[in-house]
């Protein structure tokens, strides 16, 4: 079983609707979650982490932690073109490695 | 700027050559780590350090070799080019505990001819 699995997609929606990433962890015990968009050719850069159950929310973006169910979802609401990247979930594990998925492809459709 | 860097951006070689791509940070983080990203844009961990000590040396073949000088600098030395080895390669770095995650580089595109 992987640490971290994602539905690797793609996943298209048009402009303006709510796009949903979805991970799964297999580490219960994990504590720190984090979303990374990665465009094509560039390097992954931090969106967001969360480390408690519920929601945390940073403009267009909500991630959503569920420790009992074992997994972490990305929301971007309004979704823009310029989201259209691969977004790659990480869970830090109890044995403190970091473990990343293999990403899910979004493109927003104009 | 504060940033990992890490150079080249790209390197085209052929089979068999030596190669080297170095990193360095000026985050204060003191810990880094190279990561390899193949064609299906898995991101799989190969080295980290901690303040010059090897932490983490995952299962990857002995022509790679990781230096760090300094807790600012981590190189990947490779030695005998294969042609599986052409891949983007990350370089990161974070505190210990990577708690508010990780820093990446811009990247290095190995094309192995």
């Known amino acids: 079983q992987k640490e971290v699995e994602q539905n690797s997609g793609p996943l298209s929606v048009p402009e303006g609707a709510i796009a949903s990433l979805n991970c799964t962890y297999s580490?219960?015990?994990?504590?720190?979650f984090f979303w990374y968009r990665q465009y094509s050719g560039k390097s992954p850069e931090l969106i967001m982490f969360i480390y408690s159950n519920g929601d945390k929310e940073d403009g267009r973006f909500t991630a959503q932690l569920n420790k009992a169910s074992q997994y972490v979802s990305l929301l971007i609401r309004d979704s823009q073109p310029s989201d259209s990247a691969t977004y790659l979930c990480?869970?830090?594990?109890?044995?403190?490695?970091?473990?990343f998925g293999t990403g899910t492809s979004l493109t927003v459709i104009p | 700027d504060t940033a990992v860097s890490q150079t080249p951006k790209y390197l085209v070689t052929q089979m068999g050559n030596d190669k080297s791509i170095k990193c360095e940070q000026n985050l204060g983080h003191d810990t880094m780590y190279w990561y390899k990203q193949d064609s299906k844009k898995f991101l799989k961990i190969m080295f980290s350090?901690?303040?010059?000590?090897?932490?983490i040396n995952e299962t990857v073949p002995n022509r790679f070799s990781p230096k760090s000088p300094d807790k600012a600098h981590l190189n990947l030395h490779i030695n005998s080019l294969e042609l599986g080895d052409s891949a983007v390669y990350f370089c990161a770095s974070s505190h210990l505990q990577a708690n508010y995650g990780y820093t990446f580089g811009s990247g290095t595109r190995l094309t192995v001819v």
């Open positions: 990480a869970v830090i594990n109890t044995g403190n490695q970091f473990y």
């Open positions: 580490d219960r015990g994990s504590q720190s």
């Open positions: 350090y901690n303040n010059k000590e090897l932490i």
